[in-house]
T-cell receptor, first 112, second 116 residues
Framework: SQTIHQWPATLVQPVGSPLSLECTVE??????LYWYRQAAGRGLQLLFY??????ISSEVPQNLSASRPQDRQFILSSKKLLLSDSGFYLC???????????FGQGTRLTVV | AQTVTQSQPEMSVQEAETVTLSCTYD???????LFWYKQPPSRQMILVIR??????QNATENRFSVNFQKAAKSFSLKISDSQLGDTAMYFC?????????????FGKGTKLSVKP
């Protein structure tokens, strides 16, 4: 069966520090991968999605970047965090047939 | 570009009653999927129900059913016999079918409170 792993679960980082959040999927190949951010009391904002290795689409220009070095690995990064980067980050995958998305447990990022 | 709109930021319902959450969307695509996700306080996103656009029959999952109106681009969720455990944020979502259209778009959510 397919599983998705996202870590860490919580993270407190100082302003100006780098960020790396990792997401891996098991049990499937060539998934569509997504990074979302959910600010407090708000909906899900799509940050990046990827339909294949090295293929990244950015939905919102910002301080963050994403990479997909392997088929089932999706990384969210920043060189220098801002206070406004605080939020709840969710990784998700869907099959190549674009059926429902399956979500990781999420990472609560607090930039101080 | 596709958009998903949930016009009800918050709703409440008495336990055992029925509630309907609204969702409208905009797309030029003809083939797509629509979903309702639930996010309880634990923040885990859970799929509640899905609808394929090519199917005219409304999807049903136990106490959850949808009213899919393709021409009106409307996709509402009905929860029957509401339970305390239904208290959560509910998100409507859209994804186009196949090809390179990989982006899954969410509405801003509706916070549902079930009162005893």
């Amino acid at each position: 069966s397919q599983t998705i792993h996202q870590w860490p679960a919580t993270l407190v980082q100082p302003v100006g520090s780098p960020l790396s959040l990792e997401c891996t999927v098991e049990g499937t190949s060539n998934p569509n991968l997504y990074w979302y951010r959910q600010a407090a009391g708000r909906g899900l904002q799509l940050l990046f999605y990827s339909v294949g290795i090295g293929q990244i689409s950015s939905e919102v220009p910002q301080n963050l970047s994403a990479s997909r070095p392997q088929d089932r690995q999706f990384i969210l990064s920043s060189k220098k965090l801002l206070l406004s980067d605080s939020g709840f980050y969710l990784c998700a995958w869907s099959g190549s047939g674009n059926t429902e998305a399956f979500f990781g447990q999420g990472t609560r990022l607090t930039v101080v | 570009a596709q958009t998903v709109t949930q016009s009800q930021p918050e709703m409440s319902v008495q336990e055992a009653e029925t509630v309907t959450l609204s969702c409208t969307y905009d797309t030029s695509e003809n083939n797509y999927y629509l979903f309702w996700y639930k996010q309880p306080p634990s923040r885990q996103m859970i799929l509640v129900i899905r609808q394929e656009a090519y199917k005219q029959q409304n999807a049903t999952e136990n106490r959850f059913s949808v009213n899919f109106q393709k021409a009106a681009k409307s996709f509402s969720l009905k929860i029957s016999d509401s339970q305390l455990g239904d208290t959560a944020m509910y998100f409507c979502a859209f994804i186009s079918y196949g090809g390179s259209q990989g982006n899954l778009i969410f509405g801003k959510g509706t916070k549902l409170s079930v009162k005893p």
